[in-house]
C-alpha cells in the first residue's frame, strides 16, 4: 500500500470530527452494512465526512491496511477507530454512541 494513500486517510480522519467510511454515499449507499450506520450517524443529527471507498480501489484497500479491520464500513470518531457496522449498532442500542458523540452535536 503507498503511503500517500494512507497519509491521505489519515489527513481525512484527523481533520474530522466524524468520518465514515462506507459503500456509497449516505444518500446512495451501496452495501446494507454501510446504509445502517449511515442512518444511526444521521439520527444523531450531527455533521459527519463520508469517504465512497468504491471510487478508488487503493482508498478501499488502504482504509482496511490503515485500521487493521478487514470490512467496510468503518467508524471514526475524533481520529479514534470505533468499528464497523455490528459494533455501531450495538453502540447505538446501548446508548453508548450517544454518549460519545454528544459532545459533537450542532448547537441549536
Not at 481533520?15 to 454501510?34: I, R
Request: net charge negative; glycine share 6%; with cysteine.
Amino acid at each position: 500500500m503507498s503511503d500517500s494513500v494512507l497519509q491521505q486517510i489519515d489527513e481525512v480522519v484527523k481533520n474530522n470530527d466524524v468520518v465514515l467510511f462506507m459503500k456509497g454515499t449516505p444518500e446512495f449507499p451501496q452495501c446494507g452494512f454501510s446504509q445502517r450506520v449511515a442512518a444511526i450517524l444521521a439520527s444523531y443529527d450531527i455533521p459527519f465526512v463520508s469517504v465512497n471507498i468504491l471510487l478508488d480501489e487503493a482508498v478501499r484497500q488502504g482504509i482496511k491496511d490503515y485500521s487493521d479491520w478487514p470490512t467496510i464500513p468503518q467508524l471514526y470518531v475524533k481520529s479514534e477507530f470505533v468499528g464497523g457496522c455490528d459494533i455501531v449498532s450495538e453502540m447505538h442500542e446501548s446508548g453508548e454512541l450517544k454518549e460519545l458523540l454528544a459532545p459533537l452535536k450542532k448547537e441549536a
